[in-house]
């Protein structure tokens, strides 16, 4: 009787490999000089070292690091939905300011009554100002504002993480 051959039956190549991938990787890296960059950063690392802690040792480089670490811990504290109101609020105002500038020769007005819009609003103009509920509206989150700015100024402030977490520092 014949024997039985056994063929085991090797799937087909769909991709490449890891080791055709890795290959092709560091062949790629080679070519855009990346390899070269890495060979020499590796090289001189003590060098670079040395100049990262020199200029990160420098007061103007840890007051950078710091004063963004600030502004990271106070984003922290904004919901987003209102950051993004007071960010668009504060775009909205500005270009206002730039649509109302009282610049001649950026907005040349020949007619009497834009003359008339844009010259000063007098006594009884400022006493209609001062009686007019939707002007008093529109400042009053502004007056708000600044009141809170300047408390806030007031406050002294021995360190910044000390103050936003208001856990004190352990003293040497």
Avoid: C
């Avoid at 070269?36 to 950063?41: I, L, M, P």
């Avoid at 200029?55 to 919901?79: H, R």
């Avoid at 100024?153 to 910044?160: G, I, Q, S, T």
């Amino acid at each position: 009787m014949a024997e039985r051959i056994s063929h085991d039956v090797t799937p087909p190549k769909i991709g490449p490999d890891a080791q055709e991938e890795l290959d092709r990787l560091v062949q790629t890296l080679h070519e855009h000089g990346m390899l070269r960059f890495a060979n020499d950063v590796v090289a001189s690392n003590h060098e670079l070292l040395r100049i990262l802690v020199g200029g990160l040792n420098k007061q103007g480089t840890l007051n950078a690091i710091q004063n963004l670490s600030v502004i990271a811990m106070t984003l922290s504290t904004l919901p987003p939905e209102r950051f993004y109101q007071v960010m668009f609020a504060l775009k909205e105002g500005i270009e206002q300011v730039g649509d109302h500038r009282h610049d001649e020769e950026a907005h040349p007005s020949s007619k009497e009554q834009d003359k008339e819009k844009d010259s000063a609003p007098g006594i009884t103009g400022v006493y209609r100002m001062l009686k007019d509920d939707e002007l008093w509206y529109a400042i009053k989150p502004i007056l708000a504002g600044l009141k809170a700015f300047s408390e806030r100024l007031d406050r002294p402030v021995d360190k910044p993480v000390t103050d936003f977490t208001g856990k004190p520092t352990e003293g040497p």
